[in-house]
């Protein structure tokens, strides 16, 4: 998947458990952003294409290193409401920049958490630790173009490399991505079915992935 799609798919399998009802916006931003984590280890194409041919897809797609990064961001942000704060620099930024109309001018001052539990942080790891790994199960099915051959997961490094690859649709097929902007559309009509939507946006990749693994 693209980073995007990623990305909305943590968003939407949030929004689906119903969780934001209970723990607001913060916990869905969490999911998405949790959900491109493990591509972590594609920055290292700054250093050269040799080392990102042997680091992608490795060091940060392993159950070990994905659940590790996903549960410290868990936790980091429960403790510290990362995202809270990164909501408030961006609408700052924003407003300096003129781009809040007058309406939105309080933009930028959202509360932080004062508040923490055991509960919450059980929330705040379990939900992290499960956007983390949709990343994995989504590149073991979305894989290669048309041109490239399908890049394999080492899910057990660095204990083994051997590699898992089980593909139905290529990188940057636009179908789901057109599933994901429709949900997003939906939600933004019907604003209070966001888990009904959301489940059924999930459920409409799915079936997406499963039709094009067949059909290929």
Same mark, same amino acid.
């Given at each position: ?6 990305? =909305? ?15 607001? !916006?913060?916990? #869905? %931003? @969490? ?75 309080? =933009? ?15 929330? !705040?790891?379990? #939900? %992290? @630790?499960a956007a983390a790994l949709s990343h994995l199960a989504a590149d073991l099915v979305v894989s290669g173009t048309a041109t490239l051959g399908d890049w394999k997961l080492q899910l057990l490094w660095p204990f083994s490399t051997e590699g898992w690859i089980y593909p139905h649709v290529h990188w940057g097929d636009p ?42």
């Open positions: 998947m693209t980073t995007i799609e990623h990305a =909305l798919l943590g968003i939407n399998g949030a929004l689906a458990t119903g969780l934001h009802r209970r723990y607001g !916006w913060q916990v #869905v %931003a @969490l999911a998405g952003l949790v959900a491109i984590s493990p591509d972590w280890d594609g920055l290292t194409l700054v250093l050269g294409p040799v080392l990102f041919d042997q680091a992608h897809r490795v060091w940060g797609h392993s159950f070990l290193t994905c659940g590790l990064l996903g549960i410290l961001i868990g936790v980091l942000d429960y403790r510290f409401d990362v995202v809270t704060r990164l909501a408030n620099v961006s609408a700052r930024g924003l407003r300096r920049c003129g781009l809040v109309l007058p309406a939105e001018q309080g =933009l930028g001052s959202l509360p932080l958490r004062r508040e923490r539990t055991v509960a919450g942080y059980a929330v !705040w790891t379990l #939900v %992290a @630790l179908g789901m991505t057109i599933i994901f902007v429709m949900g997003m559309l939906a939600m933004y009509r019907w604003r209070n079915r966001l888990q009904v939507i959301a489940a059924a946006t999930l459920l409409g990749v799915a079936a997406y992935i499963v039709v094009c693994g067949a059909l290929g």
